[in-house]
C-alpha cells in the first residue's frame, strides 16, 4: 500500500516535471530592460522572464518563491550587478538548485560588467546612505551601454544556445543597426539639453545626465535610498535660489511627494522619466524607453 | 691550518658564484618581463585611444550623414570598450594583500534589550507542559541579547560556505550555524552539510534578529525550546515549473532539544518538509508549508513543579520507586520518542511590489507535537524505576506585521497553547489533568532608519498558568554592521 502511493506521488512528480518549461530557451531578467534586450535578440525562440515589473523599485525587492520557481529553469540569468540586485538575487540563486546560472557559470551574465562604471563612491560607509561601493548600477539610462550589454548579451546567448545561435545572429545584427541610427537620432533631438541643470530625486541619471552633457545640481534624498526629510529638501530650496535648476527628474516607480513639494515652491519641472521598459505608456520596447525619456526631457525645458 | 682555510674560502667562493650569478640572471629577467609587460600595456592603450578616435569619427559621419538626410549608413554599433590596460607602474602586490581580497564576507549583529516583566522569570513554567531549555521570557532589567558574528563566501566555484558564531552575554561562544551548500548540483536539488537551522515550520530558520517580535512564539519555546538547530545533512529539491513547490529531506545527530545525544550511529534525527508559494498579482505573495521532525531522547532532564499546576506539593512529592523530591519541584527525565509535526503560511502585501513604503505581512504556524517513551525521577536517590509517559500537545500563533510609512512597523501576535493529554502512568498524581491553555497577546512598534538597523518597543500580557499573568514591556535595538546578507522571504 505504502509503496503503490509513493509509486503514484513520484510518476505524478515525474509527469508534472516533465510538461514544465524546459523546450525553450529560458531566460531570467532581473529587470524589465534586460528582459526586452533578450527578447529584442531572443525573438520566438527564447522564454524571457522578467523578475520585476516597471514600477517596481530595483533595489528593495523580496527574494519571493515565484523567483526561485523561475530561476530553477532559467538557462540563463541576466542581472544588473554591481550590487543592485544583492538584496535578493544571491538568496534565489542558492535556493534554485540550478548550477547552470549560478555566478561564474556561463549562464549567469552581469550587464554591468560590460560597461564603464561611473558614480564609484569616495567613501565607503554606510553613513553615507544606500550607497553602491561598485559605482552607479543604473546603466541603462544611456543608451550607448545598451549598445556594449547587447553585443555582449547576443555573444553570451549563441555560446548558450548554438542551436539558434544563427538566428540570434541575424536578429542581433538588424537591432544593432537600428540602434545605431537612434542613437544618431536622439543625440541630435536631445542637443537643446546639453548645459541644462537638473535636480534628480535619487542619484539614478548619472549615466543619462553625462550622455547629454546635462548638470546635476542636487538631489531630494539626503543620501542615497534614503526618503526625502523637510531639512534637506529646505536645504535644496535654498541651494535652487541661488542656483536655479531647469527641472527635477524623477524615475516613475518612485513617489511624488518630494518632488511636488518642491516644484510647489519654485518654478521648476517636475519631469517623470520611464527609467525603464514600461516605466511610461510610451516607454513599450527599448526604442520607445529613450524616445519618451528624451520627449519627456525636452518638453522639461520648454 | 692556514691552508685548509683558505681551501674553505675557496670552496666557499667557488659554491658562492654560481649563485650570485643565477641571482643577477634572474633579476635581468625581471626587468625584461617588467619591460614586455611596460610595452604590452603601452600597446594595449594605444590601441584603445585609436579605437576610441575610429568610434568618434565613425559617430561624427553618422551625425553629418544624418544632418544630410541621407539613409543612415549600415555602420558597426559601438564596440564595447576594451578593458582597462593592466597597470604597468602597479607595484608588485604583496601576497598578504591579494589573500586579503579573497576573505569571506563579515558581519556582525549587535542585539539588546530592556525589559520589565511583572513575575519573576525564574519561576517560569508554562502549566501542564514539560518546560524546555531556553524557554521564557528572559532576564529583567537591561541585558545584552546574542551577538552574532557571521562570515560567508564561496568556497569554490561549487560550494559557498558560512559560519556564523552567536556570543551570549554570559560571554560564551556557541556554533549557531555553520554549513556548507553545494550550489553547482543540478536538477532542482541543493545539498547542505553542517549545522544549520532546520526547515521544520517557517520561522525556525530565520535568525532571532529577523524575527517580528522580539521573542519566539510560545509555541517554538514549548515544543523546540525556541529554534531547532541540527547537525547534519540536508537536500532540498524545487519543482522545474513556474509554481513554487519545494521538497526537503533532513538527516541529522539528533543531539538537539528536543532529542539528545544517544551515541548511536546512523541518523538519530529526521526532517522532512514540503512547501509551495506564489504570487497573485505583483503586490501579493505567499508561502505555505507543511513539516514533520522525528526524533529521541534519552534521559533528557526536566524539573516539573507539580505545585504549579495546583497540586500542593510542598513538604515533598512521591513518585515511582518511592523516590521524593524535594521543595516544589521534582527532577524528571525523559526517555522515548519525540514526533513534531508543524504547518504554516505567510502572506506577504506590498503595494505593486515595492515593500519600501507601505507593506503588510500575515503569518501563522501549527505545531503539534507527540512524546512518548518512559519517565524516570532523577532525584537526590537517582533513577528510580521508570514509569511510562505520553502526552499529545499543540499549539498556534498567528500575528500580523503592518508598514504603515517608511522606516515604522505595528504588529499584534496572537499565541495560544493546548495542554492536550498527558499519561505519566505511575507518575499520574504528578500531571494533573489540566484544562488549561497557556496563552498571550503581543503587540510591538518597531523603527528601522535603514535595512541595518531596528529599534522596538513590545509589551505582551501572557497568561503562563491559572491566576499567574505576566505584563512583559521590551525595549531592544538590532543593529547590524558589515556585509549583512539578505533576509529569505
Do not use: C
Not at chain 2, 66 to 85: K, N, Q, W
Not at chain 2, 473 to 485: C, D, M
Amino acid at each position: 500500500m505504502r509503496s503503490r502511493v509513493l509509486f503514484v506521488i513520484a510518476a505524478s512528480i515525474a509527469a508534472w516535471s516533465g510538461g514544465g518549461a524546459q523546450a525553450a530557451f529560458n531566460v531570467f531578467a532581473t529587470v524589465p530592460e534586460w528582459g526586452a534586450l533578450v527578447q529584442e535578440i531572443g525573438g520566438d525562440k527564447v522564454r524571457v522572464y522578467t523578475a520585476t515589473n516597471p514600477l517596481q523599485d530595483p533595489h528593495h525587492v523580496e527574494a519571493r518563491p515565484s523567483l526561485i520557481a523561475r530561476a530553477r529553469s532559467a538557462d540563463l540569468v541576466v542581472a544588473t550587478g554591481a550590487e543592485l540586485e544583492v538584496g535578493w538575487l544571491p538568496l534565489v540563486l542558492q535556493q534554485a538548485g540550478n548550477g547552470k546560472v549560478q555566478p561564474g557559470a556561463p549562464g549567469y551574465f552581469e550587464a554591468t560588467s560590460q560597461v564603464g562604471m561611473l558614480g564609484k563612491p569616495q567613501r565607503l560607509d554606510r553613513a553615507e546612505g544606500d550607497v553602491h561601493p561598485m559605482g552607479d548600477p543604473h546603466i541603462q539610462t544611456d543608451p550607448r551601454n545598451i549598445a556594449r550589454v547587447a553585443a555582449a548579451l547576443a555573444q553570451r546567448m549563441q555560446q548558450l544556445d548554438p542551436a539558434d545561435a544563427a538566428y540570434f545572429k541575424q536578429r542581433y545584427d538588424d537591432f544593432a543597426r537600428r540602434w545605431t541610427a537612434a542613437l544618431a537620432k536622439w543625440e541630435q533631438q536631445a542637443a537643446p539639453l546639453r548645459g541644462v541643470p537638473v535636480v534628480v530625486q535619487h542619484k539614478a541619471f548619472t549615466y543619462l545626465i553625462a550622455w547629454l552633457g546635462m548638470k546635476e545640481v542636487a538631489a531630494l534624498e539626503p543620501k542615497p535610498g534614503i526618503e526625502p526629510t523637510t531639512a534637506h529638501l529646505s536645504e535644496v530650496l535654498a541651494l535652487l535660489q541661488r542656483e536655479p535648476a531647469k527641472m527635477v527628474l524623477r524615475a516613475a516607480y518612485q513617489g511624488d511627494q518630494a518632488s511636488q513639494w518642491l516644484a510647489q515652491r519654485t518654478k521648476i519641472n517636475v519631469v517623470v522619466l520611464p527609467f525603464t521598459v514600461g516605466g511610461t505608456e510610451g516607454a513599450k520596447d527599448l526604442f520607445g524607453l529613450y524616445d519618451d525619456t528624451i520627449a519627456r526631457l525636452l518638453k522639461g525645458i520648454q | 691550518m692556514h691552508n685548509r682555510m683558505l681551501l674553505a674560502s675557496a670552496l666557499a667562493l667557488a659554491l658562492a658564484a654560481p649563485h650570485a650569478r643565477a641571482a643577477s640572471d634572474k633579476d635581468l629577467d625581471e626587468i625584461r618581463a617588467q619591460i614586455r609587460d611596460l610595452k604590452a600595456s603601452y600597446e594595449a592603450r594605444i590601441k584603445a585611444l585609436e579605437d576610441r578616435l575610429k568610434d568618434a569619427e565613425a559617430k561624427a559621419t553618422e551625425a553629418k550623414a544624418e544632418a544630410a538626410r541621407l539613409p543612415a549608413p549600415v555602420a558597426a554599433v559601438p564596440v564595447p570598450e576594451p578593458p582597462p590596460p593592466p597597470m604597468a607602474s602597479a607595484p608588485p602586490s604583496s601576497p598578504s594583500s591579494s589573500l586579503a581580497a579573497f576573505n569571506p564576507a563579515i558581519s556582525a549583529i549587535l542585539n539588546g534589550r530592556y525589559a520589565n516583566l511583572s513575575q519573576d522569570p525564574s519561576q517560569f513554567r508554562l502549566a501542564g507542559f514539560a518546560p524546555a531549555p531556553g524557554a521564557g521570557p528572559g532576564k529583567r532589567g537591561f541585558s545584552l541579547g546574542e551577538s552574532e558574528v557571521a562570515f560567508s563566501a564561496n568556497v569554490d566555484h561549487e560550494f559557498s560556505g558560512t559560519l556564523i558564531f552567536s556570543v551570549t552575554p554570559e560571554d560564551t561562544v556557541s556554533v549557531e550555524e555553520a554549513y556548507g551548500i553545494y550550489a553547482g548540483a543540478p536538477a532542482g536539488f541543493t545539498p547542505k552539510l553542517g549545522r544549520f537551522f532546520s526547515g521544520l515550520g517557517y520561522l525556525n530558520e530565520q535568525h532571532a534578529h529577523a524575527w517580528d517580535f522580539t521573542d519566539a512564539p510560545l509555541v517554538y519555546q514549548a515544543f523546540l525550546g525556541n529554534q531547532y538547530q541540527t547537525d547534519g545533512l540536508q537536500l532540498t529539491w524545487v519543482a522545474p515549473t513556474d509554481q513554487f513547490f519545494m521538497l526537503g529531506g533532513e538527516v541529522g545527530s539528533g543531539g538537539m532539544f528536543p532529542g539528545t545525544d544517544r551515541g548511536k550511529n546512523g541518523a538519530g534525527s529526521g526532517v522532512v518538509f514540503a512547501r509551495v508559494g506564489g504570487d497573485v498579482g505583483y503586490s501579493n505573495s505567499w508561502l505555505a508549508g507543511v513539516s514533520y521532525l522525528r526524533t529521541a531522547a534519552r534521559e533528557r532532564p526536566f524539573d516539573w513543579a507539580p505545585s504549579f499546576d495546583g497540586v500542593t506539593g510542598t513538604g515533598g512529592v512521591t513518585g515511582t520507586g518511592g523516590v521524593t523530591g524535594t521543595g516544589t519541584t521534582v527532577p524528571f527525565s525523559f526517555t522515548g520518542t519525540s514526533h513534531v509535526a508543524a504547518a504554516d503560511f505567510v502572506w506577504k502585501w506590498s503595494p505593486n511590489g515595492n515593500p519600501h513604503t507601505t507593506n503588510f505581512k500575515l503569518q501563522g504556524e501549527y505545531l503539534w507535537r507527540k512524546e512518548s517513551g518512559e519517565l524516570a525521577l532523577a532525584g537526590d536517590g537517582g533513577g528510580g524505576a521508570p514509569g511510562s509517559y505520553s502526552s499529545r500537545q499543540s499549539g498556534w500563533y498567528l500575528q500580523g506585521v503592518y508598514q504603515f510609512m517608511p522606516q515604522w512597523r505595528v504588529g499584534l501576535r496572537y499565541d495560544r497553547l493546548d495542554s492536550g493529554s498527558v499519561d505519566a502512568g505511575p507518575n499520574a498524581g504528578l500531571f494533573p489533568a489540566t484544562s488549561f491553555d497557556p496563552r498571550r497577546s503581543t503587540a510591538m512598534v518597531d523603527w528601522s532608519p535603514s535595512e541595518f538597523s531596528r529599534v522596538r518597543l513590545q509589551f505582551a500580557q501572557a497568561k503562563f498558568a491559572p491566576g499567574l499573568t505576566d505584563n512583559e514591556w521590551f525595549l531592544q535595538y538590532i543593529l547590524s554592521i558589515g556585509a549583512h546578507g539578505a533576509h529569505k522571504f
